[in-house]
């Protein structure tokens, strides 16, 4: 009897350090689970570094802390440059490595204490925590710019990747979502003022920034309420003075600011990826107009279109130009796409072989802006490439009576023709200039002193007025 007992007593021992056992082990589960739920709450889970509400957190702890310190904090905000363009045309696992390598890279250069967040795409953000002065984190800021630049090359992409910085300072009495909101806005002045830079919040931003955010709300809808028109500039054979065809440049009647020029809206269309659908759009009106024009002209006048760098990584762009084409009939040599040379050199594979594509469609293509970049014309050859649009800053000292003046124009001229292209000059707005460009060989022109941008009727006006003649505007 007794045997039994101490056997069933034994066996409720054991089970009962089993049972003890257990529960322990669940509850140290939960623990690591609770723990693994609070760090995901406040990590990126792609780079591991803090997110949006841990930096929230941690801006929020400097401030109070630096109540006591008297000191700074300073909160760099950066955006990559150009990233979209490689997650589109390299794929988002080549996107996805470039963002991890990018947190590692920054996380190697603050000190202890400071904080890294990504704040989501490709937005990352630096809390500097008791700052001595404003300098040492703008030094700081362009270290981080420095550093991305010399970092080791990405996957196909030579150029390797820049960040466009922003810094806001804050004390004490500054609220969590303002300095958030001022670094946010140097970084777009940033963004706005070339890139792989660091600029440092100025209340003047501050407008800038909320004309932005309206222009960026202004979007939704736009197109359904046809605030979109567009103009068209005639351009010029400079020999004969007869008209060739005309450059479509688009305009936005926004309902509250009124109208807004294309440097205003492109670039942030192009951020905010609008500039795919309004591209879309440009392209079918522009052949529309050209198909009215071309019943009112014996001639095969051209449309030129511009083209900027998200539509050219677009996969819909070849489509969307064949569609645009079969819909108003128009013959693809009558259309010329423009593309500035910054847009091919940023990512020349990619653009050569979209190029290449739109050439066999027999569409001609334009370089833009020709000489603001830093291509050389023998770089060139590696695009197909029809037109040579020499740039405004070019045309502005040419000068009949000083011949230094012509230099640059004279050598883009020759050497553009001796690869047989075409060569357009932009913005001529005096009599001399004109002149000077028929001498030196200038195939055509255009530019305020033959006509600014016009709107439908008055170029559909100007078309008629050329038939049977070879009028001087
Ligand atoms: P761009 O393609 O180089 O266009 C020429 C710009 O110079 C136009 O300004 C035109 O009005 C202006 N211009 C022409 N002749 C003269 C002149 O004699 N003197 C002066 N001072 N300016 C002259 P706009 O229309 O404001 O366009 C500016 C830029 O915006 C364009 O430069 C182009 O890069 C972009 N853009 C315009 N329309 C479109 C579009 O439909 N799509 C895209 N992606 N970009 C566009
Ligand atoms: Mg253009
Ligand atoms: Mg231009």
Known sequence: MAGLCIAVFAVICLRMIWLIGRISRQSLELKENDANLRYMAFHDELTGLANRELLHDRVEQALASITRSGRLIALCMGDLDGFKTINDTLGHHVGDTMLVKVGALLESIVRPGDTVARLGGDEFAILMVDVENPTAAVEFAGRIVSVLHDAVEFEGNQAGISISVGVAFADSATPVEQVISEADAAMYEAKANGKNRVD??????????????????????????????????????????????????????????????????????????????????????????????????????????????????????????????????????????????????????????????????????????????????????????????????????????????????????????????????????????????????????????????????????????????????
């Open 200 to 473: 440092v919040f100025q209340s003047s931003m501050r407008a800038r920034l909320f004309k932005r955010l309206e222009l960026t709300s202004g979007f939704r809808g736009s197109l359904e309420r046809s605030e979109f028109f567009l103009s068209f500039q005639p351009i010029f054979s400079l020999g004969d003075r007869r008209l060739r065809g005309f450059e479509a440049l688009v305009r936005w009647h926004h309902p509250t600011i009124g109208l807004v020029a294309p440097l205003d809206f492109i670039p942030i269309a192009e951020e905010t990826g609008f500039i795919v659908p309004l591209g879309r759009w440009i392209l079918l009106a522009a052949c529309e107009q050209l198909a009215a024009w071309t019943a009112l002209s014996n001639e095969p006048l051209t449309v030129a279109v511009n083209l900027s760098r998200r539509q050219l990584a677009s996969p819909l762009l070849v489509d969307n130009i064949r569609t645009a084409l079969a819909l108003t009939a128009v013959h693809p040599l009558q259309l010329v796409l423009e593309v500035t040379e910054s847009v091919l050199m940023e990512n020349p594979e990619q653009a050569a072989s979209a190029l290449t594509e739109l050439r066999a469609l027999g569409i001609r293509i334009a370089v833009d802006d020709f000489g603001t970049g830093f291509s050389s014309l023998s770089y060139l050859q590696r695009f197909p490439v029809d037109v040579l649009k020499i740039d405004k800053s070019f045309v502005d000292p040419l000068n009949e009576s000083e011949p230094a003046s012509s230099a640059l124009v004279t050598s883009i001229i020759g050497l553009a023709h001796s690869l047989s292209l075409e060569v357009v000059a932009e913005g001529i707005e005096r009599e001399d200039q004109f002149e000077r460009l028929i001498e030196l060989g200038c195939d055509y022109g255009q530019g305020y002193l033959m006509a600014r941008p016009l709107d439908r009727e008055k170029s559909e006006a100007l078309v008629e007025s050329y038939q049977g003649s070879s009028a001087v505007p």
